[in-house]
């Protein structure tokens, strides 16, 4: 059984191992984190880093707003948006963070990041005036976040959420705050909720159990916004 050498895509882990592949097999176990690496998500990750290196070649690794930027500023509201597929909800979460003054934006995992024309037809150049910032991974930036004194709210019906306005009423979110929303199916990842300080949700009314991610995300960011 031929030995093949792979290397887990998720950032946290990256380790390399050799792995008993036969012919027409697709899917295979990280030894060091014990999660399922299928040959799309590999191959999805592949992909973001050669978008990434181009992003470095083009300066835009780290898009940062220097009309913003000046003596005394200090970022209190940001949001941190993970593995969210779709490119024009993306561009959506651009155009709501500029829109809420959010400070900055940073873009995990398989989440797109300028420049894509999906992105800017739904952001209308928001991209450009709001902060924004791409990582493989949403840990080392939450992790980064939490030592800098910000809370973490992720955006996320568990059995363990509350309501957002009721915890907004009760003053228990306050800044510095770093807003989180996950993939449009299988939502906030549980690395994400475990460094979360915070799990709040939004009531839901009808038949459907949660609504589209850029859609919850301006609901969240404006009630944030505006009561603190």
């Known amino acids: 059984m031929p030995l093949t050498e792979t290397f887990c ?6 380790e390399r191992f050799s792995a008993d592949l036969p012919a027409g097999r697709t899917k ?16 999805v990750f592949a992909t973001l880093e ?32 993970e593995d969210v597929r779709s490119l ?16 900055k934006v940073y873009l995990c995992g398989i989440t797109g990041a300028p ?9 209308l150049g928001a991209e450009n005036t709001v902060n924004w910032e791409w990582s493989f991974g949403c840990v080392p930036i939450l992790r980064q976040l939490k030592e800098r004194g910000f809370q973490i709210v992720a955006l996320e019906k568990t059995d363990n959420s509350q309501p957002l306005a009721q915890l907004l009423s009760e003053g228990k979110i306050t800044r510095p705050v770093c807003l989180v929303v996950g993939n449009e199916v299988s939502g906030v990842s549980a690395e994400a ?18 609504l589209n991610v850029s859609v919850a995300f301006g609901i969240a960011v404006y009630a944030i916004s505006e009561k603190l």
């Open 193 to 210: 909720l475990a460094l979360s300080d915070i799990v709040a949700d939004l009531p839901m009314r009808g038949m459907k159990e949660s």
């Open 115 to 123: 420049p894509r024309k999906e992105i800017e037809k739904v952001s």
């Open 28 to 43: 295979t176990t990280c030894p060091k984190c014990n999660r399922a690496i299928t040959a799309r998500l590999a191959a």
């Open 9 to 14: 895509p998720y950032p946290e882990c990256n």
């Open 88 to 103: 024009f909800n993306v561009g959506a979460v651009f155009r709501t963070a500029d829109g809420a003054g959010m400070d």
């Open 50 to 81: 050669r978008e990434q290196e181009k992003r470095k070649r083009m300066g835009l690794v780290n898009c940062d707003n220097e009309a913003k930027a000046g003596p005394g500023y200090e970022e209190t509201f940001v949001a941190v948006v």
